[in-house]
C-alpha cells in the first residue's frame, strides 16, 4: 500500500491549480469514486497524504484506489454540471446514489364520465392520471381522505353511471359525508367540476384552492346561482376546517423542501420534507450509509436528489450547511430557470422547518440501526456540548471505591451507541497507590488502560471517543498529566454530582458546562455515572467479603494469608471452597491431611 500512495502522491501533486473533475479507479480499472474541485492538486493530493487522520469512508476509499483521472473545466460552475452527469452515467461504488428500497406512490384520478381519485403504488394504467411521483405513502393516503371528506366524494364499491338509482344510498350520504352520485344528486357535468377542483387541491394546495373556490362562488351569486354559491361556500369552510386543524403545517404561506442530516454509529441518514402554500405535503427518507463530513454529505444529497427532474424550488432550507450554497444556488438555477435561494437558517420560523425534518432524520436513522432518537439526540448533543471531533460512539467512564486501604479497586464502564456495552466492562484493583487517594488510584488505573492498549492487550484494544471519570476537575487535571505523560489523545472529562447525587455538571480542564437544562443529555450521563457506581461499588463489596472470608480462614492452624488468598483465588466464593474436597483443599494450599480435614470441617460448619 505503501508504494500505491507514494505514487499517487507524486501523480496528484502534478495536477494543475484549476477547476475540474477527478475519476478513482480501482485495481480494475472501474471508476469507483467521481469529484469535483475549485482546485483539482489540493483537492486530489488530500486523499494521499495523512492517510490515518480521514474518517472510516474515506480511509475505506483511499484503500482501494489504485488510479485517477481528471478533466478540467473553466469554471467550478463546469465541474459541478459535469460531476453530475459523470456520476449518473456511471453510477461509482462510492457516491451518494440515494438508493432507497421504497416505491413510489402516487395519486391516481381514474377515466370515465365519474372519475375516482385514489391512492396508488403504480402507474401502468392508460386509461388512468396520475400525480406524482411521491415518497410518502402515508402521505397520498392522507390526501386522498382529505379530498374525500372536503369535496365529499364517494368511497364505496358501487360503478356510475351503472348503479345510480339502484341502491339505498351508505351511510356517508347520510351524515354528509358523500354528494350521493348514487341518488342522481349530481350531474356528470358538475361531478367533473368538483373532481377538477379536487385534483387543484392535491397540486396546489389549500391556499390556491381556495382563491379559485372564491372566484367560482362570487361568479355563482352575481348570476343568481345561490345554491351553487352556497355549495362552493361549504367547501370553502371545509378546506379552511381542515387547513386550521392540520397539525403539520408552516406557520407561513411558504413553498420550500427542508433537507436535514442525523448521524450515528459511524452511518448518515437524511429527511426531505416538502412545503407548499404553507402546507407540508410530502416527506422523503434516505439511509446514506457510511458517514462523511455533513457538508461533503449534504452537497452530495442535494445534487443527486434533484438530478432525475424534480421540481426545484425557490426556497431550499438546510438543516447543515452544504460545501458552497452559492455554487448549488447558481446550478439549480441552471437546471430550474428560476433564482433558488439556499439558506441554513439560525433562528425563527425557518429554524423550526429544519429541526422538524432534522427530528424524521433522526427517527429514520434510529430505526435503521435499532436506536432510538432519544439516544441518538443525546449522542449528537453531546458531541456539540463539548466540542468533539464526531459524535462519541464509543464512551468509557471510571469511578474508585474503597472501604478503607484494604479494599480499593476501580470499575471501568463501556457505552456503545448511547447503551451499556458489558463486552467492555473491565475490573481494577488498586496495586500501586498506598493509602486513601482517589487522585492517585484515578492515574494508576488510566495507566494501566491505555498501557494495555499501547502493548496490543485485545481485551482493551478499542480506543474510546470519550472518557468520562466520576469526579470533578481535580479527578480531569490528575489524569490529564498521565495523557501528556502518555501522549494520549482522547477526550477526557468529569462527571459532577449535586447534593442529591444527581449528574450536575460536566467537569473540563476550563470549568463546569451544566447539563441539566438538556434532559436527553442529562438522562444519559446520569445513567452512566450512577451504572459506573454501581459497577465499581459491587466489585468493592465483593472483595471486602472475600477480604473477610480470607480471615476467617486464616483462623485455621496452618493456614495462613497467602494460603487463604490462594484457595480464594481458586475458587472464588464461600460454596466453590466447600464444594471442594478433602484432597482437592490439599492439593490447592500444599498443606497436610490433618489440616485439610480441620479446614473442611470448618467451611462445612462456618460458611
Known sequence: MFERLEYLREKSNKLPMRPGVYQMKDKTGHIIYIGKAKLLKNRVTSYFHAVEAHNAKTYKLVSVIYDFDFIV???????????????????????????????????????GDYPRITHSFRNDDPGSTYIGPYMSAFTVKQTVEECSRIFMLPTCSKEFPRDIGKDRPCLNYHIKRCMGVCRGCITKEEY??????????IKNGSKESVEQLTREMNEAAEALEFEKAAKLRD?????????????????????????ALSHNTGL????????????LIDKENYFIGDEYESAFIMTEFLMRYYENGREIPKLI??????????LLEEYFRSLSGHKVEITVPKRGENLVLTTLAKSNADEYLALRVGRTSREITALQDLQKLLGLKKIPVLIESY?????????????????????PYKAGYRRFNIKEVIGIDDYACMQEVLRRRFTRLLDGDEGFSEKPDLILLDGGRGHVSAVREVFDEMDIDVPLFGLVKDDKHR?????ADGGEIQVNANRNLFRLLTEIQDEVHRYSINYQRKKHKMSQYELELTKIKGIGEKKALTLLKEYKTKQG??????????ETAKINRETAEELYIFVQNTF
Do not use: W
Open 577 to 586: 471452597i466447600k464444594a471442594a474436597s478433602v484432597e482437592q483443599l490439599m
Open 399 to 419: 469511578d474508585i471505591s474503597n472501604m478503607g486501604e484494604q479494599t480499593r479497586v476501580a470499575g471501568m464502564i463501556t457505552y456503545k451507541n448511547g447503551r
Open 268 to 279: 448518515t441518514a437524511a429527511a426531505v420534507v416538502k412545503y407548499r402554500s404553507g402546507q
Open 235 to 259: 367547501r370553502i369552510a371545509a378546506i379552511e376546517r381542515s387547513a386550521n386543524v392540520q397539525s403539520i403545517r408552516s406557520g407561513r404561506d411558504i413553498s420550500c423542501d427542508v433537507f
Open 73 to 111: 473545466t473553466d469554471t467550478e460552475l463546469d465541474a459541478l454540471v459535469l460531476e453530475a452527469s459523470l456520476i449518473k452515467l456511471h453510477s461509482p461504488k462510492y457516491n451518494i446514489l440515494l438508493k432507497d428500497d421504497k416505491g413510489f406512490s402516487y395519486f391516481r384520478i381514474t377515466g
Open 317 to 326: 432550507l438546510l438543516g447543515d450547511d452544504s460545501e458552497d450554497n452559492t
Open 192 to 201: 367533473g367540476g368538483i373532481i377538477k377542483q379536487a385534483v387543484d387541491f
Open 503 to 507: 449528574t450536575r455538571a460536566i467537569a
